[in-house]
């Protein structure tokens, strides 16, 4: 038995049905059971973070993503007999990285945390996901013009699914544990190009219009907590026509290439208000 939390989100879902595929049973942790829509083969669980015990019985392995990590929660995955966890950690964990920024301070506490439990570990840190452009799908839908900072930033986006893939390796094959796999897209690719790439799978001709970062606000980035904008917008202007790190890790992993951005964006269509 295999414990996923986060699984109604991008990787995890993703994550949940290639271990179905693959045969493996699942338990599928989410806060909303009810909506969820996750495959009838997983067992699908309210994730009651207060009674951690209940989640683990009859697991040896679990997915986690960050903001999900605590030491209670690892010390009951332990306790009921979890061996193994492959953690969704982030490549803002490297030699030289600025260790006051709160995306690196989430993820180092989670690695620290899951370092510290006794349990066996891998860690993936992937660059930029592809999902991100999903920030510009309300005004996708409402027009041809998108706007948004930085036109030139410079990522490597990654597919979720090969976020995914490389996850149900670890979980199912040997060899992993104590392991660090950074993840990246196949090719750089700036925001002005991921917008045309989504106009092109739309079969339409959409327009960037960079905004003036000082202006920028709720309006662009709802999700993002007001004390972390303008960390999180330093680090945009850090990307303006620098080249990202690039690597071949998916391929290595999984036998089968990083999709590009353009193959996320058709596979995407119906988020930006077409159809498959």
Excluded at 68 to 75: D, E, G, I, V
Excluded at 224 to 251: C, G, H, K, S, Y
């Amino acid at each position: 038995m295999i414990v996923v939390t986060g699984a109604t989100g991008n990787v995890g879902r993703a994550l949940v049905e290639r271990l179905l595929a693959a045969g493996s049973p699942v338990r599928a942790l989410t806060r909303d059971p009810e909506r969820a829509a996750l495959p009838a083969e997983a067992e699908v669980v309210r994730f009651d973070p207060d009674d951690p015990a209940a989640l683990f019985a009859g697991a040896t392995a679990l997915y986690l993503y960050a903001q999900a990590t605590t030491p209670a929660l690892l010390a009951a995955a332990r306790a009921q007999g979890v061996r193994h966890v492959v953690l969704l950690s982030s490549a803002i964990i490297e030699e030289g990285a600025d260790e006051t920024h709160p995306i690196h301070i989430m993820h180092a506490t989670a690695e620290r945390q899951i370092r510290d439990s006794g349990l066996a570990w891998t860690f993936l840190r992937p660059g930029a996901f592809a999902t991100n452009a999903l920030q510009w799908a309300s005004q996708i839908c409402a027009g041809d013009t998108v706007r948004g900072v930085y036109a030139d930033g410079l990522s490597a986006p990654i597919h979720e699914d090969d976020m995914a893939a490389v996850a149900e390796r670890a979980l199912l094959d040997g060899g992993h544990e104590g392991a660090v796999h950074r993840l990246t897209g196949p090719a750089a690719t700036s925001n002005a190009e991921q917008v045309a790439a989504i106009g092109a799978a739309l079969g339409r001709k959409l327009t960037f219009v960079e905004t003036d970062p000082g202006e920028a606000g709720p309006e662009l980035f709802p999700h993002v907590p007001p004390q972390m904008l303008q960390r999180l917008l330093q680090t945009f202007a850090d990307t303006v026509r620098v080249p990202p790190e690039i690597n071949d890790t998916v391929e290595k992993l999984t036998g089968t290439p990083a999709r590009t951005f353009d193959e996320w964006a058709r596979d995407h269509v119906e988020d930006f208000g077409g159809r498959a």
